[in-house]
C-alpha cells in the first residue's frame, strides 16, 4: 500500500496540477485516486459498466470489507445482490440471463470491484469462469440448468485446484 501510495504522488508531482497532488495524497485510501483518468479509451458502455461496478464498489463492498476479512465472513447477500447489476453472467448468452461481455469489458468491471474488497471481486470472478465455462463447452441441457441460475446467482459456483503431490 505504501509503495501505490508514493507511486501515485511521485506520478503526480511529474505530470499533474498541485490540486491533484493533493487530492492524491488525502484521498481515502479503500478506493484509490490518480490523476489519470480511468475513463481514457474506454467506449461509453465500458464507461457506464465501470461507473456501475465503482458505485456498487463503493457502497456495498467498501464499507464492509474489513470486517468480513476480520471476521472471516463469505458475503453472500451482497455477492447475490451483484447480480442485480448482471456481474453473475458476464460472459454468458443473454439467453440464459448473460450480458455477453468480452473479457475485456468483464476486466474493467472486475478492476473496478476490486476497489472495493480484492478478495470479494476475485470470487466474482471465479463464479463468471464457471458459468462462462458451462455456457461455452456445456451441453444444451446444462446450459438452461445451470446458467440462469449462476446469472441470477441463485446458485453460486467455484472450482477446486489441485496439484499433483500436494492434496
Same mark, same amino acid.
Given at each position: 500500500?505504501?509503495?501505490? &501510495? $508514493?507511486?501515485?504522488?511521485?506520478?503526480?508531482?511529474?505530470?499533474?496540477?498541485?490540486? /491533484?497532488?493533493?487530492?492524491?495524497?488525502?484521498?481515502?485510501?479503500?478506493? /484509490?485516486?490518480?490523476?489519470?483518468?480511468?475513463?481514457?479509451?474506454?467506449?461509453?458502455?465500458?464507461?457506464? *459498466?465501470?461507473?456501475?461496478?465503482?458505485?456498487f464498489?463503493?457502497?456495498?463492498?467498501?464499507?464492509?470489507?474489513?470486517?468480513?476479512?476480520?471476521?472471516?465472513?463469505?458475503?453472500?447477500?451482497?455477492? $447475490? $445482490?451483484?447480480?442485480?447489476?448482471?456481474?453473475g453472467?458476464?460472459?454468458? +448468452?443473454?439467453?440464459?440471463?448473460?450480458?455477453?461481455?468480452?473479457?475485456?469489458?468483464?476486466?474493467?468491471?472486475?478492476?473496478?470491484? +476490486?476497489?472495493?474488497?480484492? /478478495?470479494?471481486?476475485? *470470487?466474482?470472478?471465479i463464479?463468471?469462469?464457471?458459468?462462462?465455462? &458451462?455456457?461455452?463447452?456445456? /451441453?444444451?441441457?446444462? $446450459?438452461?440448468?445451470?446458467?440462469?441460475?449462476?446469472?441470477?446467482?441463485?446458485?453460486?459456483?467455484? *472450482?477446486?485446484?489441485?496439484?499433483?503431490?500436494?492434496?
Amino acid at each position: 500500500l505504501l509503495y501505490t &501510495i $508514493k507511486f501515485e504522488v511521485m506520478f503526480c508531482l511529474r505530470n499533474c496540477s498541485r490540486s /491533484s497532488v493533493l487530492k492524491a495524497i488525502n484521498a481515502p485510501r479503500h478506493i /484509490s485516486a490518480s490523476c489519470v483518468d480511468a475513463n481514457t479509451g474506454l467506449t461509453t458502455d465500458e464507461i457506464e *459498466y465501470r461507473e456501475a461496478a465503482l458505485n456498487f464498489a463503493r457502497t456495498e463492498l467498501a464499507p464492509h470489507m474489513q470486517t468480513w476479512d476480520s471476521t472471516e465472513e463469505f458475503p453472500i447477500a451482497t455477492i $447475490k $445482490k451483484s447480480a442485480e447489476l448482471g456481474f453473475g453472467g458476464l460472459y454468458v +448468452s443473454p439467453d440464459y440471463g448473460g450480458l455477453e461481455l468480452s473479457r475485456h469489458e468483464g476486466s474493467i468491471i472486475f478492476e473496478a470491484l +476490486s476497489q472495493g474488497c480484492v /478478495s470479494t471481486a476475485a *470470487y466474482i470472478t471465479i463464479h463468471n469462469m464457471v458459468n462462462a465455462m &458451462i455456457n461455452t463447452f456445456g /451441453s444444451e441441457a446444462q $446450459k438452461e440448468k445451470f446458467c440462469p441460475v449462476l446469472s441470477s446467482m441463485d446458485m453460486l459456483a467455484s *472450482y477446486c485446484l489441485t496439484e499433483p503431490g500436494s492434496g
